[in-house]
Nanobody, 124 residues
């Protein structure tokens, strides 16, 4: 069983920056593909970014050039650095782990473990 704990959410003005962290329990973190999703009120949870166990990154189009996902295997931590934030980025952000190393990554069902989420609110 893997536990994921996110931190770093908060309130930020439009155009600002915020960094999220997700710490994973266990000794196999470096083997997992890791991702960030987000869920806005009244909307489904959506894919934001993913980093493979080899460090390959993928982003949804709306955050390309603004968000950066990274990982530190020595610290069992995955990060999401967000810049140029806008009101549409307001959501609860979730960290997710793919233990089975699926070849696809875009959907909620592609992941085995989830954090509790951290709120990001962008004010205009």
């Amino acid at each position: 069983q893997v536990q994921l704990v996110e931190s770093g959410g908060g309130l930020v003005q439009a155009g600002g920056s915020l960094g999220l962290s997700c710490v994973a329990s266990g000794r196999s973190f470096s083997n997992y593909h890791m991702a960030w999703f987000r869920q806005a009120p009244g909307k489904e949870r959506e894919f934001v970014a993913r980093i493979s166990n080899s460090g390959i990154t993928t982003y949804t189009d709306s955050v390309k050039g603004r968000f950066t996902i990274a990982r530190d295997n020595a610290k069992n931590t995955v990060y999401l650095q967000m810049t140029g934030l806008n009101v549409e980025d307001t959501a609860v952000y979730y960290c997710a782990a793919d233990q089975l190393l699926r070849g696809h990554y875009y959907f909620v069902q592609d992941y085995d473990y989830w954090g509790q989420g951290t709120q990001v609110t962008v004010s205009s």
